[in-house]
Every structure is written in C-alpha cells, then in structure tokens.
C-alpha cells in the first residue's frame, strides 16, 4: 500500500480509523471504532496481500477466534479485504507492551510477574492440547493493560502440531527468546518450544535484561542465571524451575505448558520430572546442527524482512566469522552431548540448579554486562554492584525528586544490557529518589491597613447667627 489509513478513514463500512498503534514487517496496526457495537478494536493490516498472505491472516483470525473465552488471550474479531489487502479486526487491548512497562518503570518483583502469567500459562495449557503452539511469545506480544494484567496477543505465527510432518515452517527467531530447534525450518517444534520462550521472558521481567541467544548458548553457556540476581523476589524453587524451562536442549526442558504449570504453582518436586525425551523422536538435536546453515537462515530471514539486499548487511562480517569459531568448536559439543543429557535431574530446593554450559575449546573473551537497577531499592542496587565494583567500576550516586517511592533508583546513565571488557574507567551514576516534593505553603503578607486622616476642623466661626454663613 505505501501508505498509513488517515485518521477518519472508514473500513468495510463499518470500522473508524482512530490513530497508528505500530508498524512491522507485516504491515501497520491501528485503533479503530467498531461502529456497529461502540467498542475500540485493534485492526492488523497486510500491506501487499498476496493469496498466500491472505490464507495466512485468515489463519490467524481462526485461531484467535477459537479461543476468544480464555483469559489472558486477545482474540479475533474479524476478517475483510478491501483492494486486495487483507485485514485483521482484534480486541483492543489498552496499554502497553512488557517490553516497554519493563523499560518504563522498572524490573519486576518474581511474585508478581508469575501471579500476572498464570491466566495466560493456563490458557496456553488449554491452546496446546488443541495442537497450537504460539511460536512467538515475547515481551513484544504480551501487553499488560491499564488494569494490571497481562495478555498474549499476535497469533500470526501459530502453527498446528502436525503441520511440521508434512512441510517446512515458516522461520520464526527472535533473539534471545527463540529456542534453538527454532532456528531450523526443519527443527521439531512443540509445546517445548513455547516453554522455553516463556522462561525468557519471565527471566527478562524480573532482571530487564534481554536472554542470550540461544545459538550462543548452545556454543558456550555464558548467560548469567536467576540465582546470581539478587532480589529476584523468586524463591529457589521456583528458580530451579524457570532455568529448567530455559534448557538449550529440547528434551532437558518441560515437554509441556502443564508441566511447567504444575511446577511453578502447584509446587511439586522436580524430582518427579524426568526430562522425558518427548521431543526425542525426529528431534534435529539427534544429529549434529549445522550451525552455518542455522546463521545464513536466520541471517536471510532478517534480509527478507527488512528489505535488505543478500551479502550487504554489517551482520554477514560477524556471521562469518562465527561459523569459523562454530567449526572449530562444533567437535567438542557433540563429543560431550551424550554427558549433558545424562546430568543428574536437581530436586529442589536443596540446591542450587547449575545452568547447562557446553565445553568448548575455544576461549571466549570476558565480558561484564551492566544489570537494570531502576526500580530496585538502593540497598538492593549496592548489593548487585559489588561484583562489578570489585572489577574496577566506580559507582555514583545522586538524588532527585520524583514521584516514585523514595529510595528506589529511577535513572542510570549507562543503559541495561550494555557489556564492556573493562569497566575500569567507566562510572555507573544511579539517581535515586528522593519522593515527592513538599508543597509549603507560603503564608499571605499581613496588610496594615493605612490611616485614615483626620478631617480637618472649619475655620469658620459660628457666631449664632445663621446669615453669617453664607
């Protein structure tokens, strides 16, 4: 189309463009005013619909709509083309994403991000044992609304279960919260998949960090885990459980939404879970990935879908030389799987799980990654920086007032997620708050009130007789 809808401009003459909510690669997202019912709806557009686009939305629209009852899941409303291009008509879901709630008020506390996920992971369990795997959860598609809660939206890349036997899936890989059998328009995919993409962002809410990749991770496990966070607000069971959802390997992770459910809220033993190797069967992680290919397809992937042309991307230099260390290291992973699948199981919550790193024999070079402090108390924030300070980083700190509560830190000025080889010479500085500003009341000056003059006296003489004063 070329174009944004105007403000005012009427679809299927029923629907009232009302503002822009987004663009992506599919397309832009708008609010709008279903007429016919007074209610505010969110419409998907598919810029240059073609057939295939248009089977692709329709798909969409039936799968949302199957399960328009189920909390903590937007749903479909409708399904139109107007001049060829093909249009989704979604319940508008008022507020934000957790991405931006994350980056906008702060990490958050475990109990509470678990206590907003359970509607959606119940739902999920319900969504799965229909066949259909999400594919695509991430902060970006869960909103949380102005009433606290959150919900799942954006069903574009829901698959069935049986659609991989017969043909290849579309490649669908967002970094750091797609598990590795994503990356392979072959890899065997189930509700494993959606496990593991969960845990990510449970795992980004409470540390405002993003996961590392997971073709990374299948190289060499570098990613900080839960229990080195402090304040996580989790208790240590429930971190053993959320890095098992977090497993690179298919078959170490829960093999279903149930699974992970009865884990996290129902509190049974992770010893009565045995790693089942559902996933086992026809599962690319039998053979050895080959890595290169994983790149060049992620790599065309994203060269597809933001336009670009092949071989002209600063990203084929880094690719390029990654699959060189991949080569080398390839080897050693695949001579030490048979060891890594057959590590103990934990039963929590005596200890503490350790996360799954391959050995390789390639050195990695040290990093450090500066943490999300905003919106943890400063006490807190000192306890999470000694490793850092002990590392050369100097810390300051000032305050300001603000309105939120006094004493958490609500700015830094080197960003979450940024990593230095040495922080020797960097200074970290966290404002923390000093609360709301006290109103005083400025009294009114007293006004004295001028004299009033005195009237002065007639010089005039009253002698009795009336006629002398005229």
């Given at each position: 189309?070329?174009?944004?809808?105007?403000?005012?401009?009427?679809?299927?003459n029923?629907?009232?463009?009302?503002?822009?909510?987004?663009?992506?690669?599919?397309?832009?997202?708008?609010?709008?005013?279903?007429?016919?019912?007074?209610?505010p709806?969110?419409?998907?557009?598919y810029?240059?619909?073609?057939?295939?686009?248009?089977?692709?939305?329709?798909?969409?629209?039936?799968?949302?709509?199957?399960?328009?009852?189920?909390?903590?899941?937007?749903?479909?409303?409708?399904?139109?083309?107007?001049?060829?291009?093909?249009?989704?008509?979604?319940?508008?879901?008022?507020?934000?994403?957790?991405?931006?709630?994350?980056?906008?008020y702060?990490?958050?506390?475990?109990?509470d991000?678990?206590?907003?996920l359970?509607?959606?992971?119940?739902?999920?369990?319900?969504?799965?044992?229909?066949?259909?795997?999400?594919?695509?959860?991430?902060?970006?598609?869960?909103?949380?609304t102005?009433?606290?809660?959150?919900?799942?939206?954006?069903?574009?890349?829901?698959?069935?279960?049986?659609?991989?036997?017969?043909?290849?899936?579309?490649?669908?890989?967002?970094?750091?919260?797609?598990?590795?059998?994503?990356?392979?328009?072959?890899?065997?995919?189930?509700?494993?998949?959606?496990?593991?993409?969960?845990?990510?962002?449970?795992?980004?809410a409470?540390?405002?960090?993003?996961?590392?990749?997971?073709?990374e991770?299948?190289?060499?496990?570098?990613?900080?885990?839960?229990?080195?966070?402090?304040?996580?607000?989790?208790?240590?069971y429930?971190?053993?459980?959320?890095?098992?959802?977090?497993?690179?390997?298919?078959?170490?992770?829960?093999?279903?939404?149930?699974?992970?459910?009865?884990?996290?809220?129902?509190?049974?033993?992770?010893?009565?879970?045995?790693?089942?190797?559902?996933?086992?069967k026809?599962?690319?992680?039998?053979?050895?990935?080959?890595?290169?290919?994983?790149?060049?397809?992620?790599?065309?992937?994203?060269?597809?879908?933001?336009?670009?042309?092949?071989?002209?991307?600063?990203?084929?230099?880094?690719?390029?030389?990654?699959?060189?260390?991949?080569?080398?290291?390839v080897?050693?992973?695949?001579q030490?799987?048979?060891?890594?699948?057959?590590r103990?199981?934990v039963?929590?919550?005596?200890?503490?799980?350790?996360?799954?790193?391959?050995?390789?024999?390639?050195?990695?070079?040290?990093?450090?990654?500066?943490?999300?402090y905003?919106?943890?108390?400063k006490?807190?924030?000192?306890?999470?920086?000694?490793?850092?300070?002990?590392?050369?980083?100097?810390?300051?700190?000032?305050?300001?007032?603000?309105?939120?509560?006094?004493?958490?830190?609500?700015?830094?000025?080197i960003?979450?997620?940024?990593?230095?080889?040495?922080?020797?010479?960097?200074?970290?500085?966290?404002?923390?708050?000093?609360?709301?500003?006290?109103?005083?009341?400025?009294?009114?000056?007293?006004?004295?009130?001028?004299?009033?003059?005195?009237?002065?006296?007639?010089?005039?003489?009253?002698?009795?007789?009336?006629?002398?004063?005229?």
């Open positions: 189309m070329g174009y944004e809808l105007t403000k005012g401009t009427k679809l299927n029923r629907y009232v463009i009302e503002c822009t909510l987004g663009s992506g690669g599919f397309g832009t997202t708008y609010k709008a005013m279903d007429t016919l019912i007074d209610v709806v969110a419409i998907k557009e810029e240059n619909s073609s057939e295939k686009d248009r089977k692709v939305a329709q798909r969409e629209v039936k799968m949302a709509a199957r399960f328009y009852a189920l909390d903590g899941i937007a749903s479909a409303r409708d399904f139109f083309v107007v001049d060829s291009i093909s249009y989704i008509v979604m319940e508008y879901v008022e507020g934000e994403s957790l991405k931006k709630y994350v980056r906008n702060g990490t958050m506390k475990g109990e991000i678990l206590t907003k359970k509607p959606v992971i119940e739902s999920l369990c319900v969504i799965h044992k229909e066949g259909i795997i999400h594919r695509d959860i991430s902060p970006d598609n869960l909103m949380v102005k009433g606290g809660s959150i919900q799942l939206i954006d069903f574009g890349e829901a698959r069935n279960f049986e659609e991989q036997r017969n043909k290849e899936l579309t490649l669908v890989y967002k970094r750091g919260y797609a598990p590795i059998e994503q990356c392979r328009q072959r890899g065997k995919q189930g509700a494993f998949t959606d496990v593991y993409s969960l845990c990510a962002t449970i795992y980004f409470i540390t405002g960090i993003d996961p590392d990749d997971s073709v991770r299948m190289i060499a496990d570098h990613m900080k885990p839960l229990h080195e966070f402090y304040g996580t607000g989790l208790s240590e429930e971190i053993h459980v959320i890095e098992r959802g977090l497993f690179v390997d298919a078959k170490d992770r829960f093999q279903t939404m149930d699974e992970l459910f009865e884990m996290l809220y129902e509190k049974k033993d992770l010893s009565e879970f045995s790693g089942k190797a559902n996933a086992d026809d599962n690319t992680t039998h053979h050895p990935f080959n890595t290169a290919h994983i790149m060049r397809e992620i790599d065309d992937f994203y060269d597809k879908k933001n336009g670009r042309k092949k071989g002209r991307t600063a990203s084929k230099i880094f690719i390029a030389g990654l699959i060189a260390v991949l080569l080398v290291v080897i050693s992973v695949f030490n799987k048979s060891e890594i699948n057959k103990p199981v039963a929590a919550p005596q200890t503490t799980m350790p996360v799954t790193s391959v050995p390789t024999s390639t050195a990695t070079p040290y990093t450090v990654t500066i943490e999300n905003v919106g943890l108390e006490k807190a924030a000192v306890e999470n920086l000694k490793k850092l300070k002990d590392e050369g980083l100097t810390v300051r700190f000032q305050t300001k007032y603000s309105k939120k509560a006094k004493g958490t830190v609500i700015e830094q000025n960003p979450a997620g940024k990593t230095y080889s040495d922080v020797s010479k960097k200074t970290l500085r966290l404002t923390i708050s000093k609360g709301k500003k006290k109103t005083v009341a400025t009294p009114r000056p007293t006004v004295t009130p001028k004299p009033v003059p005195k009237k002065k006296k007639s010089k005039v003489k009253f002698n009795g007789d009336l006629d002398s004063l005229s």
